[in-house]
């Protein structure tokens, strides 16, 4: 299995909802990644986890709340979010070389 | 500030010639650099990658060039098919941290590749 697995693949959320975004692994990597990524755009780090824990945030307002509840899953938390946070986010994973540093094929956010 | 930039956001190669992507960056930490190509509505997929301690790497059709005196990196994709067609990024990483080997990438804002027939 060499894929990162993204669910849902698409979600509409209301302002005031509370929804969360799955990532799954099953390579055995041990640093897992959020993304941003708005229109014409690049992506943009959120989070990094290294052995489940989190190593990196890169000042993400807090209605976005990461959870590694285990080396294979990561979870996104969305809770009030704004119609701006509408974006494609992508999970990604890797270890020790870049060679398999691999993304999921997003979660496609709309805020309404 | 832009860590890392794609100055050109289009290219138009025809079928069978050499396509090259540019990708300069600023940041001296960056110690890993890596490419790659996107679909609409999909994640990036991974083409190549090239560490510090390289100028060149190779793998098939794409070739990647680094010269880090002048912090600037090339894609070369020989022959170019359609199927290139896509948005290409630049990414590039300091140096992972240990134990995991987590990389932060700091992406360019992409060239978007038409390989004419």
């Known amino acids: 299995d060499t894929e990162v697995t993204q669910t849902p693949k698409h979600l509409v959320m209301g302002m005031t909802n509370k929804k969360s975004l799955k990532c799954e692994q099953h390579m055995g990597h041990r640093a897992m990644y959020w993304y941003k990524q708005k229109a014409k755009k690049p992506p943009e780090l959120m989070f990094v986890?290294?052995?489940?824990?989190?190593?990196i945030n890169e000042s993400v307002p807090s209605r976005f709340s990461p959870e590694c509840p285990n080396s294979s899953l990561l979870n996104l938390h969305l809770h009030a979010l704004q119609p701006e946070d509408s974006a494609l986010y992508l999970c990604?994973?890797?270890?020790?070389?870049?060679?398999?540093?691999?993304f999921g094929s997003g979660t496609r956010l709309t805020v309404v | 500030d832009q860590q890392v930039k794609q100055n050109s956001p289009s290219l138009s190669v025809q079928e069978g010639r050499i396509s090259i992507l540019n990708c300069d960056y600023t940041n001296s930490m960056f110690d890993y650099f890596l490419w790659y190509k996107k679909y609409p509505a999909e994640g990036p997929t991974f083409l190549i990658s090239i560490s510090s301690i390289k100028d060149k790497n190779e793998d098939g059709r794409f070739t990647v060039f680094l010269n880090k005196s002048a912090k600037h990196l090339s894609l070369h994709i020989v022959p170019s098919q359609p199927g290139d067609s896509a948005v290409y990024f630049c990414a590039a990483s300091p140096h992972p941290y240990s134990g995991a080997g987590s990389y932060q990438l700091t992406f360019g804002k992409g060239t978007k590749l038409s390989v004419i027939p």
């Open positions: 986890y290294s052995y489940e824990k989190l190593s």
């Open positions: 990604a994973s890797s270890q020790g070389t870049a060679y398999g540093y691999t």
